[in-house]
């Protein structure tokens, strides 16, 4: 098996065994990253020349007798709405083509700790608005598995680049299923943690009270390893919760045994295709037969969601955008006046997906509809918490699927906004509640991956590691590659 085909665990348990060094590691990375990058497109920036450093620096540490902390020296990749300092961060747009930060987030420090050999910056949709990698302003990225189809998005670089080899893991940021609905498409794992569990200074914010930064990788033992460095307390960061974060890689005993896990009857609905249905009811069959107690529950507030959603993120995002005004940062294209800055400057630097959120975003907030858009999703959001508040109650975790489909066509849904919106109809909730849920691999459809989505109660990532690595156990649609 080829290095880049590896999981980070047995890359990592090579390196440590002194029968690799990082700097083989990375080199066989960037070969592939050459060699599948011209088809796949998961990059909109590549670091070479930094990430060959930072191998020889954890090679350095290695030959000095260190222990090496489990994600040292292992080439990853960082979805481009992460502040990278001294690195453009784009997010894909061109008001931010050029935009090269003085400081890292958060998440990138952490992992700077950790021994990051970062290989580069990933493609996304457009200030992380989309769902198929078909908003960004550079180029597309196609899913690795067919190259005919989307990967998913707005995470779709992270997500492609660790399907196709071209990183051990990657970084995404969920904000309506923005890591697990393009994890699902191109057959990996990704969690998105609970609202503050992760910091998320130095990401570029998309709607502030729904954004949460999260780990793709091969595999369930390796996505807690990633969300064990990154997760914990940043005082620069106020929705940033103030908790312990223990190794996740404990919770992965196989052990379900008395796990009560439910089934939401929402999520399998109309419009969930016959296979995905077909995935969860494999699922059932063998969670059961692992001991976790299986039962119908509902969430009946579900069917509001997508409608809540679609208020309330461009609504934070119109507020949140409105700093790219051409004076102090980021692309500016002048007018005959101040104002004239601004609208050349918003014409020319944002794309179409994002003008239209923000008006909508503009239009919700505005005097006379405030409370008739805007304040009445935020209860209806309520609502849909408390729905999971009581689902939690009886259950430890629910079953759902991630996407209701498999990878669609590229261009097949580009001109029709709304069919897209429902991509994220098995998502979206979970970003309202504030809760965690990970997306797993769970079969193939004509070749093309199935993702199921677990869903646990706040800060209960380690019972989602738990069911996740126990049913991963039992398949190998982790294994399988794509056939680049």
């Not at 969920?174 to 990401?203: E, H, I, N």
Request: hydrophobic residues 35%; contains cysteine; negative net charge.
């Amino acid at each position: 098996m080829q290095l880049y085909e590896q999981t980070l665990t047995q890359v990592h348990d090579l390196l440590t065994k002194g029968e690799v060094t990082s700097r083989e590691i990375t080199e066989a990375f960037l070969r592939r990253i050459e060699a599948v990058e011209g088809s796949v497109q998961a990059l909109v920036t590549r670091t070479p020349e930094l990430a060959l450093e930072q191998a020889q620096e954890t090679d350095r540490r290695r030959q000095a007798g260190e222990d090496l902390p489990p994600l040292a020296g292992l080439p990853a990749v960082i979805k481009d709405n992460m502040s990278t300092r001294g690195i453009r961060t784009t997010c894909s747009s061109r008001i931010l083509e050029n935009f090269v930060p003085p400081y890292d987030a958060t998440v990138v420090e952490k992992l700077r700790e950790s021994g990051l050999v970062l290989l580069g910056k990933a493609n996304m949709d457009e200030f992380a608005m989309g769902s198929s990698a078909e908003n960004s302003a550079f180029f597309k990225t196609f899913n690795p598995w067919d190259l005919t189809r989307v990967p998913g998005g707005s995470s779709a670089g992270s997500a492609a680049a660790v399907a196709a080899g071209e990183a051990v893991y990657a970084l995404g940021s969920d904000t309506g299923g923005s890591v697990r609905q393009p994890a699902a498409l191109c057959g990996v794992v990704g969690m998105k943690p609970t609202y503050g569990r992760v910091s998320r200074y130095g990401l570029v914010a998309f709607a502030s009270s729904l954004d949460q930064i999260g780990p793709l990788t091969r595999d369930v033992r390796d996505n807690a390893s990633v969300l064990s460095a990154i997760a914990g307390h940043d005082p620069r960061d106020s929705t940033s919760a103030p908790l312990e974060v223990p190794n996740y890689t404990t919770f992965l005993t196989g052990d379900i045994k008395g796990l009560r896990i439910g089934l939401p009857k929402e999520y399998l609905a109309a419009g969930i295709d016959a296979p995905v249905r077909k995935a969860v009811d494999e699922a059932v069959r063998v969670l059961s037969g692992l001991g976790a107690e299986v039962e119908e529950c509902s969430l009946p507030h579900t069917e509001y969601s997508l409608s809540v959603y679609y208020i309330i993120a461009p609504a934070e995002a119109s507020s949140n955008l409105a700093r790219y005004d051409g004076v102090r940062y980021g692309l500016r294209v002048s007018g005959d006046d101040l104002i004239g800055t601004y609208q050349q400057t918003r014409r020319q630097g944002f794309g179409s997906e994002v003008k239209r959120r923000i008006m909508l975003g503009t239009y919700a907030l505005s005097s006379g509809y405030y409370d008739a858009y805007y304040l009445k999703a935020q209860k209806v959001r309520t609502l849909i918490r408390r729905d999971f508040d009581q689902a939690f109650a009886r259950f430890d975790v629910l079953l759902t699927p991630t996407s209701p489909t498999t990878a669609f066509k590229v261009g097949e849904k580009v001109d029709d906004p709304l069919t897209m919106y429902m991509s994220d109809v098995c998502t979206v909730p979970v970003n309202l509640a504030g809760v965690p849920a990970i997306s797993v691999p769970g079969g193939f459809d004509q070749g093309l991956p199935i993702g199921l989505q677990f869903i646990g109660r706040p800060f209960a990532e380690g019972d989602l590691y738990r069911v996740a690595y126990a049913l991963e156990q039992t398949t190998d649609y982790h294994k399988q590659r794509p056939p680049l």
